[in-house]
């Protein structure tokens, strides 16, 4: 089973992306599901998370500017980005966190022009 990111591109500052991450197979007992980037010469870093339940979790950076959003149906997440600033510029990775092993998609760019 692979994740499949798509939404991103380049984008002028304080404009808003849409990004989007589905399975192509079928994924039991995912927990969690979560937004990471990776800055050029940085470590990747959580941006945003959402459990089963709906309880989500941010980066301070991305707080009020991002929100994240899962359809458990569908297994899919997604990630609502506004007010995207030049810092935001990143590869961007989804996760799945499932009982027996982490999934992550091969990443989608980002890129916010000043």
């Known amino acids: 089973v692979q994740l499949q990111a798509s939404g991103g591109g380049l984008v002028q500052a304080g404009g808003s992306l849409r990004l989007s991450c589905a399975a192509s197979g079928t994924i039991f007992s995912i927990y969690a599901m979560g937004w990471y980037r990776q800055a050029p010469g940085k470590q990747r870093e959580l941006v945003a998370g959402?459990?089963?339940?709906?309880?989500?979790n941010y980066a301070s950076s991305v707080r009020g500017r991002f929100t994240i959003s899962r359809d458990n149906a569908k297994n899919t997440v997604s990630l609502q980005m506004n007010s995207l600033k030049p810092e935001d510029t990143a590869v961007y990775y989804c996760?799945?966190?499932?009982?027996?092993?982490?999934?992550w998609g091969k990443g989608t760019q980002v890129t916010v022009s000043s």
């Open positions: 996760n799945y966190a499932a009982a027996r092993m982490n999934y």
């Open positions: 959402i459990t089963n339940g709906g309880t989500t």
